[in-house]
Nanobody, 126 residues
Framework: QVQLVESGGRLVQAGGSLRLACTAP????????MAWFRQAPGKEREFVAS????????HYADSVKGRFTISRDNAKNTVFLQINSLKPDDTAEYYC???????????????????WGRGTRVTVSS
């Protein structure tokens, strides 16, 4: 069983930056594919970014390309999301997800992830 815990969400002003982190404590082997999703108030959960085990294959939603950077530290079982040039539309609950059994190098589909964190809230003021 994989336990994912997100952190780093806070209230920030538009144009600012922050860094989110997701850890999988107690796991000896890092998940093959990890990703970030987000859910804005009154909206459905949407894909943000994913990264495979090697860290070489990253995938981003069009809305965050050039502003968000996903990375991971397998030794620490941690995935990060660096967010720059924040916009009000980035306001959402951000969730970390992990695919353990599937041999995927990228995926924007929620059903292809096996474990989820409980979320960390990002609020961007104008």
């Amino acid at each position: 069983q994989v336990q994912l815990v997100e952190s780093g969400g806070r209230l920030v002003q538009a144009g600012g930056s922050l860094r989110l982190a997701c850890t999988a404590p107690g796991r000896t082997v890092s998940p093959y594919l990890m990703a970030w999703f987000r859910q804005a108030p009154g909206k459905e959960r949407e894909f943000v970014a994913s990264i495979d085990w090697s860290g070489e294959n990253t995938h981003y939603a069009d809305s965050v390309k050039g502003r968000f950077t996903i990375s991971r530290d397998n030794a620490k079982n941690t995935v990060f999301l660096q967010i720059n040039s924040l916009k009000p539309d980035d306001t959402a609950e951000y969730y970390c997800a992990a695919s353990v059994l599937r041999r995927l190098w990228r995926s924007a589909l929620q059903d292809e992830y096996d474990y989820w964190g409980r979320g960390t809230r990002v609020t961007v003021s104008s």
